[in-house]
């Protein structure tokens, strides 16, 4: 469980989040949404322990962030930037085995355990047939799916990853996701996960939290956000719900003015 209380970020004066109070459930699959600037990435920053709030409180498991050692912190929780950090000279199976330092070590001794941790991740993200291409001479979206590979190595409880699909081509994305809900089902890892997509959030999310300037505009299940007004509220524009055969949800699409449309 993460909780964030009375939690404040300002920069130069402005305040840029805030949020009274957040749980965020571990065996849940919960999509951030919003659009640029509304401060995802500020709270996933958060959540990640990779910036500090200006006031107020964090803890995982009713620890505080700031208490946990980096590497007490690593075995709990695994974060993929929005920006992917240089990896020059590292093939894709040394990028994956980094997952392991957490409970490794530098000088720690492998087991059978961290090799199979390894070779399922590079399997799972469909990546083992480049483990020995550099990881930085990669395309975006193999580089991307290299680094999920690394973060499923980890084998951390929770996965928090600030927009994944945003190099991936559409099938891709899809791929993604399927792999994110069947180790939340089958392996009971907690996901929190920005994205841009309503109707990709809308498939996969158990619970969606939308941000709007900086605050919480929205906080519900997928059938709860998919109505005219509150997807106007997150995002200033009306949409059309329509209605797909054998599906549960209808697919939101942005509802153009009538002079406009060909």
């Not at 305040?15 to 995802?40: C, D, F, M, W, Y």
């Not at 996701?177 to 996969?204: E, K, T, W």
């Not at 939308?210 to 007004?229: E, H, M, R, V, Y």
């Not at 106007?232 to 797909?244: C, P, T, V």
Request: charged letters at 15%.
């Amino acid at each position: 469980m993460l909780e964030l209380h009375h939690v404040i970020v300002r920069h130069q004066q402005n305040t840029v989040l805030n949020i009274p109070e957040l749980r965020i459930a571990a065996q849940q699959i919960t999509v951030i949404l919003g659009h640029n600037g509304s401060g995802k990435s500020t709270l996933m920053k958060l959540l990640a322990r990779q910036q500090n709030p200006t006031q107020g409180r964090i803890c995982l498991n009713q620890h505080s962030l700031e208490r946990l050692s980096q590497r007490q912190l690593a075995q709990q929780l695994a974060y993929l930037p929005q920006r992917l950090p240089d990896v020059a000279g590292l093939t894709v199976t040394e990028l994956v085995r980094l997952g392991r330092f957490p409970w490794r070590g530098t000088l720690g001794r492998w087991k059978s355990s961290d090799h199979l941790a390894v070779q399922q991740a590079l399997r799972q993200t469909n990546v083992s047939h480049y483990g020995e291409q550099l990881a930085d001479q990669l395309s975006g979206g193999e580089r991307q799916r290299a680094w999920i590979a690394m973060l499923l190595a980890q084998q951390a409880p929770m996965l928090l990853l600030d927009e994944p699909t945003s190099a991936l081509d559409l099938s891709h994305q899809y791929d993604l996701m399927q792999l994110l809900r069947q180790l939340n089902q089958q392996q009971q890892r907690g996901i929190v996960v920005i994205l841009h997509d309503v109707n990709l959030a809308c498939r996969f999310a158990d619970r969606i939290l939308a941000l709007k300037q900086g605050q919480i505009c929205f906080d519900g299940s997928p059938q709860q956000l998919l109505t005219p007004a509150n997807l106007r509220k997150i995002y200033g524009l009306d949409f059309d719900l329509i209605k797909q055969a054998q599906q549960n949800l209808p697919v939101a699409a942005v509802a153009y003015p009538q002079e406009e449309q060909l």
